[in-house]
């Protein structure tokens, strides 16, 4: 952001007088409001769209298709709705926390995409503390959630945000020591060198660099599910507890505002996992030259990148089920943490050993995961091939004249 | 006596509790059994799950029946052993006025929910039972609902059990 | 199930220390995981259950006191809400009173209707149960593949007798309608395709199928990504036969901690002896015989008996008039009878005793959901919420079953 306010005050296209520093406050807002109205809360709301619809079509139903084409205006309805809704405040809540409560969450949630890149030069802010204040600023939510929780004067909502709280705060642990290989690898914590570390080629990528950043890989994966409140980790959202665990009290604007912070948190996943580990926004320059269409490019694929991991946080709601809080405290701590520790360990080891890396390693990385893939689509087209056999007894209707079984 | 015949069954309970068993009575196999005496039907009930030849170890069911006519309230078990899979009827005859039969729910777990039931809706009280209150009505519902001269309160907490009918004009 | 390093000290000192108590909850009769309207006094210690203390009669409809009162005929629409899932039993169990009572004979092209009929429900019920108990546990999507299939059986049966749900197909003396023209085709193509889905539902949640690609069984062994699955359900609330059989528990809960039971093998009726099943039985195969997963997997198998059931049948149809002649006021000689049904939910016992006249002098249901009931108390010290609600589903409880 400040390289792109420079060069517009170097080309002059600032009016003068105006100190840089204001010029930079100026842009970091205008771009901050535009991600927050423009990039945010559509995200958030398609999300659920495309949630639903991947829902259905696992489920073998359809998903929204009345409310605009494909059902696409559905989440704009029910943002609609939400916003129209009766505003209840339990007569017994404690009632500054129980208000305030949806406002730290989201706080917390926007706060983090000041350091998420889009592609190029657009970031609001290149901080070069990026990742790290990715993770201090989503532990707000830990706060918010507690605050909801105890707020909502309900035993439910209270056990749902002690175990948010509790699952947030342990996952936090794998999660970091996740990415500091990473961090070890291209030697800085902003976001954009991260990412400038990387090339485009997958064998360039940090997931590949060596086998220890790939375990890395999807450790901070499933530790970034859970701190997400992301089935199969979504105890204290779902289940025994009531509809919404935490949010349960809390109807119309501030139901929203939980609501928008997890599914936007989705794509805050996705994003840092693709900053991290998967190349980001980098496109090979051949293609463009130009700064404009070389931008929009790199946006493009980065936003491509972290809308995939979206998809697969989706499809793991819709299959998996959910794990029970010991079982889920045992992962982590057993098994999570000594395994994260032993990849910054293995890594800091392979960089001394191999300073530039293993052009080998990352090549034969490279095809595992290819050959991971193939195996996987392999199954695909099996099941695929298995269903249109039987598709005739997909339309199977029982009220209709039926074959006559010998 | 590995005994699946009602009647072995019942000759074991005679010569060994005597007058406290009546004679054997049912035409079926699934209503053949003898009444016994309140006092001893804890007693009988032991013996009938322990006994090597018997082996009932499940209470298939108990229930109570209301007999104005003879002023008893009949308590009626139904035990079935699934080793020699026989099943055997014992029924128990109290007062309608003051019912109560010594609780069988040290022999077999099951009847503590039953006698549970029978009390509720019965007004059978089950002496040594471990936990005796209602269980289907609410705890303060006055009366016990299965009787044949039971009459329904007009009121409860004060919403009115009964209402105009919707067909009047 | 271990609980190491997650128990917590609790220190009771008031002064100078910290004082805690345990939370009461009321797990409402409002709830999105009960199986209908119950209610639990949950004493925990946080996540740890000391003890589920359930409180039932919400649903208590008194039906048993109704059949006293609209007699022989009228009751029988009253016997679908005793177990509203599997109705078909309950209606069965009524007309077999009578008919015991009363010394009717059935015709045989009737008995095979009910059975089909039976049979059908059976499935229905247990896809209800296994769909709901995996939507408990968080899985969701295979209650809607369960439901998909349900769909299939509700639009075959309301061909046949009009409903979907609460069904009144039976009577005193046969069944009410006769099957009609080309059902039996249907339902014969219906449960040639039902059956191999019950493996790939099983999949879904087990993991098991790949027969054909032995790789993928190892790959997937080692993945075996549904073992979330397993570890919510294994070794959670294990009961013994000994006290399975101490309770009263009946069905695949009885069968699922080792007892080989089944009413329609040991204490045959209807046309069950000219039919050929196996009764599936718990082996302890993720856990301890008598966990939950075992009652489960009792369930699934039981359902592709169903299947072989339901060809023999469907194959076999004699001819003839599907109900005796009754009459229309039936009033069955003085006695009494203990009729027991293998419903989908266990061993249902219907004691009825008349006194000669049109009503019934006593109607008493004894359903394997009662008695299933009773031992959460016990089973759930211990145990933790969320595990709670997998025991309630693992039992297939129904509400109206318990209270009548």
New interface residues.
Partial sequence: MQELVDRLVADGLVPGGIPLWACYLAAMLLFGGIVVFVFILPIAGITTWVERRV?GR????IGPNRTGPAGFLQWLADGIKSVLKEDIVPSAADVPLFKLAPYVVITGFVAAFVVVPFGGPLIIADLNVGILYLTAVTALVVVGILMAGWASNN??SL?GG??SAAQIVSYEIPAGLSFLPVVMLAGTLSMQGIIRHQGWAPWTWHVFDNPFTFLAFFIFFVSALAEGNR??F??PE???E??MGFATEYSGLRNLLFFMAEWGNLYIIGAVVTTLFLGGWQIPLALAEHPVPRTVLQFALFFAKAYFWVFVAVWLR??????????M??MC??YLVPLAFVNLMGTAVWMVLFPAGLGGVRVLLCLCAAGLLG?FAR?VV?HIRRARL?RQ?LS????S?????G | MAASDPAAIHAALRSHFGDAVGDLAGTRPDNTGTTVAPSAIVDVCRFLKTETGLAFDCLSNLSGVDYPKRNVIEVVYHLYSYRYRHLFVLKVDVPRDNPAVPSVAGVWHAAEWQEREVFDLLGVTFEGHPDLRRILMPEDWPGHPLRKDFVEPEEYHGISTSRESLLKT | MS?T??EVEIQREVDGGLSTED?T?S?GPQ???THGVLRFVVRAD??VMKEAIPDIGYLHRSIEKIAEKVGWHGFMPYTDRVDYVAAMFCNQGWAMAGERLAGIEVPKRSEYCRVIAAEFNRIQSHLLSVGSM?M??????PF??AL?ERE?IN??IE?LCGARLTFNYMRIGGVAWDIPP?WR??A???V??FEPLIDEYNALIFAYVERF?PL?DE?NALIS??K??T??LANVAVITAQEAIDYNLVGPNLRGSGVHYDVRRDEPYSVYPELDFEVPVGTGEMGMVGDCFDRYMVRMREMKESCKILRQCLQRLPGGPVVAKVARNFKPPAGDCYVRVESARGDMGWYVVSDGTAFPHRCKIRTGSFAAMSIIQKVSRNL??????AVIASFDLVAPEIDR
């Fill in positions: 829902a696992i489920q073998s139903r035993k439910w056990l002690i175990r089935t199969p979504d105890l779902a289940e025994s009531l509809v819709w299959t998996l089920p959910r794990i029970r809080v010991d079982q405290m045992v701590w057993k195996v199954r099996f039987t007894d199977f209707n029982p009220l004249t039926a074959r006559v079984i | 609980l390093g997650f939370m909850l797990m709830h999105p995981s946080g996540e995996a408990d546990i968080g899985a969701y999507t809607t593949h998909r299939y639009d075959l061909e080309g085709e249907k014969l193509a219906y040639e395709r690609e993928i790959y990504f549904n979330i699955y570890e919510r933790m919420i969320a595990d709670l609600i």
